[in-house]
């Protein structure tokens, strides 16, 4: 079945590095999503991607849905506090005549003090 | 983007008692929602995926008749868990599918803790 491979699982960055994560697959995928969620609190929705090789900003976040529809990207830069989470990638796929999101097993941003 | 809500965002209860929890799709109409659940330090498992006025479709592994979904309306979902025990305690989020069926957004998700 399909399956996203994200990486890295866990991050230990300094405040003020730019931060760089990446989903892959051996599946097409429609549309790529990536979402960010706080301890304790469902995830919200940070970049939504529909077409093959779209580049997407959102304030110091830029995604980009790859060129084979297997992979994307979520950069963050800049890091600040607040960017501490779990980001999680997604991406639609049909699959029996139904529209099915499948979700990375997300990746973990740490800021050292 | 479109909001989700849950209630209630906490529950404590016994074991052996049963938990109601509701999601809401407040400005749009979700015509699928999906159930997680979350353990500490892990990743969103999907429990169930539920289609308004059908019966849900439930992962393997998960026991339909103790996770009980109804998905009466066009924004309304509702996940009971029947004869809760201790290692029924995690985060449970809800989350509808957008109109244009390209997005799906979350519920806040509801923390249950059984005693």
């Known amino acids: 079945g399909q399956q996203l491979n994200q990486s890295p699982q866990s991050m230990f960055i300094q405040e003020g590095e730019d931060v760089s994560m990446n989903c892959t697959s051996s599946s097409i995928f429609n549309t790529w999503l990536w979402y960010k969620q706080d301890p304790g609190e469902g995830p919200v929705l940070l970049i939504a991607l529909y077409k093959a090789g779209e580049l997407t900003s959102n304030g110091r976040l830029t995604a980009q849905f790859g060129i084979t529809r297997k992979d994307s990207f979520l950069n963050i830069s800049a890091s600040i506090p607040s960017d501490v989470g779990i980001y999680f990638c997604?991406?639609?796929?049909?699959?029996?005549?139904?529209?099915?999101?499948?979700f990375g097993k997300g990746t973990r941003l740490h800021i050292l003090p | 983007g479109a909001v989700v809500s849950q209630h209630p965002s906490w529950v404590i209860c016994k074991s052996g008692t049963s938990v109601k929890i509701e999601c809401r799709s407040l400005d749009f109409q979700a015509t699928t929602m999906f159930w997680y659940r979350q353990f500490p330090k892990q990743s969103l498992m999907l429990m169930a995926t539920?289609?308004?006025?059908?019966?849900?479709?439930?992962e393997q592994g998960v026991e339909k008749d103790k996770f009980l979904i109804n998905h009466a309306s066009l924004t309304l979902s509702t996940l009971t868990v029947t004869s809760a025990h201790p290692e029924d305690s995690s985060f449970y989020i809800c989350s509808g599918l957008g109109q244009g069926k390209e997005t799906q957004y979350f519920g806040p998700g509801t923390r249950l803790l059984v005693l």
């Open positions: 997604a991406g639609r796929v049909n699959v029996n005549r139904d529209d099915k999101i499948i």
């Open positions: 539920s289609n308004e006025g059908s019966k849900a479709t439930y």
